[in-house]
Every structure is written in C-alpha cells, then in structure tokens.
C-alpha cells in the first residue's frame, strides 16, 4: 500500500490527487473472463493454464508463483470438483478462509501512516444478514458449496462463516478494467474505510488489482472520516439508488443528491419538435410551449419506457451496441435528453462502441452524455 505522507497532515488536498493505493486481501477474477485474463494480476494476453487444477489461467511462471500461497489450497478442490464450476461468491469465500487459516486475521490495511483496518474490523452486519431472505437462501446456498468444496476441516462454525459472508457482501468491490468491464471482486481492507454518498467527493479505480482512490474535489485537507464513495450507478434514480442501497448495504443515503427533486429523470420529450423543454408525463400539455400530450404520445412513452428498462437490465453485464442503438431510436422524439433512462442508454452505448473499437459511435455518444453528467 502507498498512501501519500503529506496528506495525512492538515494540508490542502487537490482535486484527482491519489490518496491511496492499496493491494487486495483476497480476490478471484470473474469466471465468465477466467480464461482471459491472469489469475493473480488479471492481465490479459497469452495465457497458460494451471497444469493442476485446468481451471485458472496465468501469464507465466511468475504470476502462478506469486499465486501459488493461496492456490495451493484451492488447486486440489477444483479438480475434485471437475467438471463443476465453482461460483465466484463461493470461490471469493474459500479464498478469505483460507487466508485466514493461514494466519490473514493479522493482516493490516493502511489508510492513513496511523490508522488500520483488520479483516474483523470490516462490517458484517449480522443481524441485517440474517433478517434478509434472500441473502440467507444465498448463505444457505454457499455454505452446501463450500462444504463440498473445502472439506468439513477448513469451515468455520455457522456464526464465523455467517461473518465472512456479510463482510464480503457489504465490503467487495468490483475490480474494473480499463473499458469499466468487471473483470474480478475483491476486498480492501484499508479502501473499506470509506462511507458511501450519491454525491461524492472520491473515485475508486483500478490498474491491475490494485485499487487506486482519487479526490473528486478540492479538499481543505484529507480527513478519511469524511471521504465518499459512490457505492452504486449514479445514472440511476433517486428511488432506483435508495432502493438499491437498503437492500444490498442495510441504509439509505440523505445525501444533498438525493434531497434534491429530479424531475428531468423521468421527463418526455416534448411533442413540439423545436421546443426542447421536458415535459412531465403527469400533465397534460408542455409548459413552455403549451403542446399538448397525446393519449397516443404518453402511450408511447411508457411502452418505450418499458422497452428500455427491459434491455438495461439485460445489458447489465454486457453491453450490446446493437440494442443500444435499437433503445436510442426508440426514444428518439419520446424521452427527453437528460431522461435518466436515455442517458443510461447512451452510456451502455458508449461502453460497447469502446469494447467493439466503433470509435466514431463512441465519439458520437461520449458527446451526447456530457450534459446528462454535468
């Protein structure tokens, strides 16, 4: 971990400074990328496979050395298992048990020259866990997993296990690539320190699997107990992100974004093509213009609004270039601009045009999204 001296003193603190780096405490490259990219450093390139377990692939000699401490363990178990396919949640799982059975309890993550984290000082929330349906048919789900996997000898008792599984849902982070891609989750201990805002004052990003957090802002000084990440898509609405942050983090966010009304997010185009006001689909005619709003046009307006949210959710893990431009059509003339639904859209759009190399498209879209950002 490399964290800068002069900003743990009372110093003024630029926006884009790095803050922190840090190395993960465990982590597993996603298994729908397993055979591209690099198990330990999550490179891509030519890779060889593990001539043990046929399940991880790595760059070369080295990366499969540097990973072999905890891959020892799990190399046996996944050629056991073979032709199964373990689960990235139960693979992340038995790695942070078997780190911790090798004496990672100790382990220190640094945020600062003097303040720590421990894999214990992580939030759990336990009684949260416990009291969430689905996230204990999960648990339940896992544990049966694991007990194949790992063997009765390494699992810990139900509460440990219980512990473990709620410090990994509340405290992962998606390790991205380069183009935003999700290529792997892992656990900071130091990075878990941070608290969560709609409006934040920080970024997490990621070269390889280090976790690199910069400053958004300009910041009096650096003060870690003020410091806010987002933890969700700010391209979603306020209800969307609030929803999402109760059930997957047990709180809901006051920050100043989401005091604030957002009636753009919802808004349709106005019928009246020179006229570029939004207009909200619960009244009748636009307000700037006074054009009135069809039955046919608000019809129209839902049944697209439906279509999009439909292929978002689908495009969620893979953006697809084709339905994008199929949604962008659709909206075209019925979803205002800075429609939340449409910027997502443009925004799914651009990372697929980047992924396929259409850099035209991608020039084109990145434009558009400018104003739905600022």
């Given at each position: 971990m490399r964290i800068k001296s002069q900003y743990c003193k009372r110093v003024p603190v630029s926006k884009g400074t790095t803050i922190l780096c840090e190395n993960p405490f465990s982590y597993v490259?996603?298994?729908?990328?397993?055979?591209?990219?690099c198990d330990y450093?999550?490179?891509?390139?030519?890779?060889?496979?593990?001539?043990?377990c046929q399940y991880v692939y790595y760059c070369d000699h080295n990366c499969q050395r540097e990973s072999w401490p905890i891959h020892k363990t799990e190399c046996t178990n996944l050629k056991k298992i073979s032709p199964k396919v373990i689960p990235d949640a139960a693979r992340l799982m038995a790695r942070v048990i078997i780190k911790l059975n090798q004496g990672g309890a100790d382990e220190i993550g640094y945020y600062s020259e003097t303040n720590f984290r421990k894999f214990?000082?992580?939030m759990s929330h336990y009684s949260d866990i416990k009291k969430d349906i689905k996230r204990m048919?999960?648990?339940?789900?896992l544990c049966g997993v694991l007990l194949e996997f790992?063997?009765?000898?390494?699992?810990?008792?139900?509460?440990?296990?219980?512990?473990?599984?709620?410090?990994?849902?509340i405290n992962s982070f998606n390790i991205l690539d380069l183009?935003?891609?999700?290529?792997?989750?892992?656990?900071?201990?130091?990075?878990?320190?941070?608290?969560?805002?709609?409006?934040?004052n920080a970024v997490a990003v990621f070269e390889g699997t280090t976790i690199i957090v910069r400053t958004l802002v300009d910041l009096p000084f650096l003060d870690w107990s003020q410091i806010r990440i987002s933890y969700v898509d700010l391209l979603?609405?306020?209800?969307?992100?609030?929803?999402?942050?109760?059930?997957?983090?047990?709180?809901c966010c006051n920050c100043e974004k989401c005091k604030q009304a957002e009636p753009m997010a919802e808004a349709a185009a106005c019928p009246n093509s020179s006229c570029d006001f939004p207009c909200l689909i619960e009244n009748d005619k636009c307000e700037k213009c006074g054009t009135k709003l069809s039955e046919n046009f608000i019809r129209s307006f839902y049944e697209v609004k439906d279509f999009t949210t439909h292929h978002l959710e689908t495009m969620k893990t893979m953006a697809y270039l084709d339905v994008s431009k199929i949604c962008l059509k659709k909206q075209k003339g019925i979803l205002h601009s800075f429609n939340i639904q449409h910027i997502r859209t443009l925004d799914t759009a651009f990372i697929a045009a980047v992924n396929l190399e259409c850099w035209e498209d991608a020039e084109l879209y990145s434009k558009e999204l400018v104003p739905g950002y600022l």
């Open positions: 490259v996603r298994s729908a990328v397993r055979d591209e990219r450093c999550l490179q891509s390139g030519k890779l060889s496979k593990c001539s043990g214990k000082d992580l048919e999960h648990f339940t789900s790992l063997g009765e000898t390494l699992i810990p008792n139900t509460a440990e296990l219980m512990g473990i599984y709620g410090r990994i849902c183009n935003m891609n999700s290529i792997g989750v892992g656990i900071y201990l130091g990075a878990s320190v941070m608290d969560h805002s709609c409006k934040p979603n609405s306020n209800k969307d992100r609030q929803g999402e942050l109760h059930h997957s983090y047990y709180f």
